[in-house]
């Protein structure tokens, strides 16, 4: 089964400053047939469910700001919001879809600095 | 529009069973595949399981194999999710979720709401 290690657990950022979190899979989730890497990202508010950003390492899901932005390949990835703001304070979740085995990340909790 | 509505949560003893739904609107249910992923108070997101639109390819996570057991009904647009042998580590919100697309490539939105499960004495 493949892990998901995110990083760091917490971060605090200033408004209007970059926030950067991480995703490592323990074995690559880039498919060679396509090139396409099977990773997505999910920002999560308080009493919210998980609610989709990100597919194939970077491409936005329709509606998402583009202050958010993915990286990455293979095993490492980013995602990057370029200018924090308030309404991004939540938890962000890395998934990878390489197998219908699913798994996420632990999980980072965003905050305000 | 889209919605998944989670029901079957409560209250239920070490031991014991529940069955949990997701009832479908909005989208041709029976084209989709679905997933049921878990949340234990204050903690990060848990997939438990999966199933093709169909119904005939099913996965779960190691964690409630052989206790839970994944179902659909297209014809009624519902999901469900059988959890036997219940322990006090089951004790979450879980949510179904929807593949994005159809056929399903494996990033999910819409979500459910989500149902509180508490396995205690």
């Known amino acids: 089964d493949i892990v998901m290690t995110q990083s760091p657990d917490s971060l605090a950022v200033s408004l209007g400053e970059r926030a950067t979190i991480n995703c490592k899979s323990s074995q690559s989730v880039l498919y060679s047939s396509n090139n396409k890497n099977y990773l997505a990202w999910y920002q999560q508010k308080p009493g919210q469910p998980p609610k989709l950003l990100i597919y194939?390492?970077?491409t936005r899901e329709s509606g998402v700001p583009d202050r958010f932005s993915g990286s990455g390949s293979g095993t490492d990835f980013t995602l990057t919001i370029s200018s924090l703001q308030a309404e991004d304070v939540a938890v962000y979740y890395c998934?990878?879809?390489?197998?219908?085995?699913?798994?996420f990340g632990q999980g980072t909790k965003l905050e305000i600095k | 529009e889209v919605q998944l509505v989670e029901s079957g949560g409560g209250l239920v003893q070490p031991g014991g069973s529940l069955r949990l739904s997701c009832a479908a609107s909005?989208?041709?249910?029976?084209?989709?595949?679905m997933i049921w992923v878990r949340q234990a108070p204050g903690k990060g997101l848990e997939w438990i399981s999966y199933i093709s639109s169909s119904g005939s390819s099913i996965n779960y996570a190691n964690s409630v194999k052989g206790r839970f057991t994944i179902s659909r009904d297209n014809a009624k647009s519902s999901l469900y999710l059988q959890m036997n042998s219940l322990r006090a580590e089951d004790t979450a919100v879980y949510y179904c979720?929807?593949?994005?697309?159809?056929?399903?490539?494996?990033?999910?939105?819409?979500w459910g709401q989500g149902t509180l499960v508490t396995v205690s004495s």
């Open positions: 998934q990878h879809y390489y197998s219908t085995q699913y798994s």
């Open positions: 194939w390492a970077s």
């Open positions: 979720a929807r593949d994005h697309i159809a056929p399903g490539i494996g990033w999910f939105a819409p």
């Open positions: 909005g989208f041709t249910f029976s084209s989709f595949e």
